[in-house]
C-alpha cells in the first residue's frame, strides 16, 4: 500500500512539474496587424489565361541590406507537377509595399527535374546556400508516395545560381519537400517535409543535422500529424525558430485546413511533440522573418491568393494552461 501510494504522489508531483513548466516555458506568436501583398504576379506576368499565384517560399537578406524572396509560382488551374520555376523578388526595406519582380531565379532542367519546389536561402559567410525540391522522374510519381529529391544551389549575389554537382544531397519518401535549415551552437538542423515510413503516411517532418552544409546524417522524425496522405501533406512548410531558450516548429496542416499553420514548442530541436501545441494560425505556408531594425513579420500565400502578403508578427508570454 506504501508503495502504491508513493508512486501516486510521484505521478502527481511530476505532472505538476510538467504543467509549470509549460506555464512558464513558451511564448505565443501573434499576427498583430494587418498583410501587406507585397507581390501580385498577376502585375507582370500575362503568360496562361487565369491568375498566377505563389506557394511554398523563402526571405534572405543580403548583404547590402536588401531583402530578397524566392518561392513556387504558376498558374491556374492547379497543378503542382507543373511548378517549374521559383519567382525572385526583392525590396529595400522589410515594410516595402511593392516589391521588385526580377522574373525567375531558377528553372527545372527538363529531363532531369520533374519541378521546382519550395527554396531555402541561407547565409553562410560569403555564399547564399538555396535548398528546393525536384520531385521525381519516374512517370506514376504524382500518384504514389514518391521520393522526393532534395537538392541544393549556391549564389554570391542572389541573382545567379549554380547547381551543386553532388544533387541530390538525399531523397525520402511522401515527396519529400519543403526544407528549412535552422543553424544552433555551431551544428546545423535540415527539417522537410515527408510521411513516417514508406508505409505508414501519417504526415510528417523529419531532420537531419550536419557539421555544414553538405553532409548530412540520417532522418529522424521530429514530429508527426495523424493525417494520412502519401505525400505528407499535413505538416509542410515546417519552420523553427529558437528563442529565449525553446525552439518553435511551425507546420502548416494544408489537408486540415488549407489556411491554417500550427505552432509546436520544445526544449529539443529534434522533437516537437504533439501535446505541445502553443497556437494555430490563419496563414499558409507560412515563413517568419526578423529583420533588426523592424522586428518580427509572418508571411502568407498559397493557391487560393494573388501572390505573396506580411504583416508584423509578436511574441506574447502565455499566461495559463
Known sequence: MRIKILLLVVGILSAFSRAD??????????ISGPFTHIFNPNDTRKEGDSSWYTNDHTFIKGKDGAWHAYGIIHHLPVRPWEETRLFHISASSIKQAKWEDHGYAMSAQPGVERVMWAPHVIREKDTYYMFYNIGNMQKNAPDYASWGQLCLATSKDLFTWQRHDRNPLFSDPGHARDSYILKYKNRYYYYYTRVQTETDLRSAVAVRTGPDL??????????TQPYEIYWGGDAESPFVIHKDGLFYLFICQAMTAYNQTAVFWSKDPENFPAENLVCTLPVHAAEVIYDEKEGWFISNTGWDKKGLFLAPLTWKKQTGL
Do not use: R
Open 214 to 223: 553538405l553532409h548530412w546524417s540520417g532522418p529522424k522524425i521530429a514530429h
Open 21 to 30: 513548466g509549460q506555464k512558464a516555458a513558451y511564448l505565443v506568436p501573434e
